[in-house]
């Protein structure tokens, strides 16, 4: 399972932050609608494992409340630590935070531009919006360039410009899930999809044609879709690694354009780019696609042209963006419903999960 170089560093850096026990806020007091969103935000896992909520000492700008939360089992797909932010405003956020309070720069932009490259090594820039949301904060938009384009990140940061938090506040009371799909929405338009139209169950697989892990999650939603496709929606979720997988964004290009011509024979292509994915290269994938086209007889010029489409190529740059955003960490991830769930073994723990969502 691949851990995304950005998220994981923020997470190292959100633990090294927590030395200073002496600056510990007080903990929030246990309410009811926290712990549904938390549920509704942690990942259901297949496994045994355990979740403890500590403290979280670092100081923070005193509008916002922390607690610490760590999820330790044997299933990796189920492990991580994250930080749970409530505003005195009825704000809700899980993730990690960034602390800005020594990097360098005058304005908030500039801090968070040294930030990044002191800790990252990657070229951000950020686009402060200095009107105060609901919880006392600004929103921001973090825009990384990449080879292939640049992938807008968001989220929102103090007036101070002491703490940046990647990711979304949601409104305590309301369904996360919901308005997790929500955000989704925009970015799964024109995205491989199968099954219901009016679904029970929409399923969203994130998921990197070059990422070995999704190779052997493949087939995990066949006997799914195959029990279930009258009540059940799946959403194929470009999500290129492309800092480690440098195929990958080339491939969901081509699979795009496959898609927009015979959508059918997408579902052939992602099965070739898996059974052929150890052979594939930088240098041999554009060939590989293009003969996959020309052998299921797509108009070329068409298929040449969507590939080289700037807007198709934002598209998927876009969704990029909003997944990190949306506190997906690794590829594969599976929402269901919104509600992120650990797959299991062979899926079986999907499957069982799909299948009593359906039964209701």
């Given at each position: ?117 002191t800790h990252m090594q990657e070229n951000y820039e950020a686009t402060v919006d200095r009107h105060e949301t609901r919880d006392g904060l ?223």
């Amino acid at each position: 399972m691949n851990r995304f170089a950005l998220i994981a560093a923020t997470l190292i850096l959100a633990s090294a932050a927590m030395a200073d026990e002496a600056t510990a806020p007080p903990k929030p007091a246990a309410n009811p609608k926290v712990e549904q969103a938390l549920q509704q935000s942690l990942p259901i896992c297949s496994a045994e494992h355990t979740t403890t909520t500590a403290e979280f000492p670092h100081k923070l700008p005193p509008n916002l409340h922390a607690s610490l939360i760590q999820i330790q089992s044997k299933r990796s797909w189920c492990e991580g630590q994250w930080t749970n932010i409530l505003s005195t405003n009825g704000g809700f956020f899980l993730g990690s935070p960034w602390f800005l309070e020594d990097a360098e720069g005058k304005t908030i932009e500039e801090k968070l531009k040294n930030f990044t490259w002191t800790h990252m090594q990657e070229n951000y820039e950020a686009t402060v919006d200095r009107h105060e949301t609901r919880d006392g904060l600004y929103n921001v938009v973090l825009t990384q360039t990449t080879e292939h384009g640049k992938v807008p990140l968001t989220g929102v940061v103090d007036p101070k410009g002491e703490v940046f938090l990647l990711g979304h506040f949601y409104a305590l009371g309301n369904d996360v899930r919901q308005e997790r799909l929500k955000n989704l929405e925009p970015y799964m338009a024109g995205l491989p999809s199968e099954g219901a139209s009016k679904p029970v169950v929409t399923i969203i697989e994130f998921s990197d044609f070059q990422c070995p892990a999704c190779q052997r999650a493949a087939g995990y939603l066949d006997p799914v879709m195959s029990k279930y496709s009258d009540k059940v929606r799946y959403v194929r979720y470009d999500l290129p690694l492309m800092s480690h997988h440098p195929w990958a964004f080339a491939a969901a290009l081509a699979g795009r354009a496959i898609w927009r011509q015979k959508p059918d024979a997408f579902w052939e292509f992602k099965k070739q780019i898996y059974a052929n994915q150890d052979k594939l290269s930088t240098f041999t994938i554009d060939e590989f696609t293009r003969g996959f086209a020309q052998d299921h007889d797509l108009d070329l010029k068409k298929y040449d042209a969507d590939v080289a489409d700037p807007k198709i190529q934002q598209s998927v740059l876009d969704g990029i963006g909003m997944a990190f955003s949306t506190d997906v960490r690794s590829t594969p991830t599976y929402f269901v419903n919104g509600q992120p769930v650990d797959p299991g073994d062979e899926g079986k723990a999907l499957e069982a999960y799909v299948a009593g969502l359906v039964g209701k």
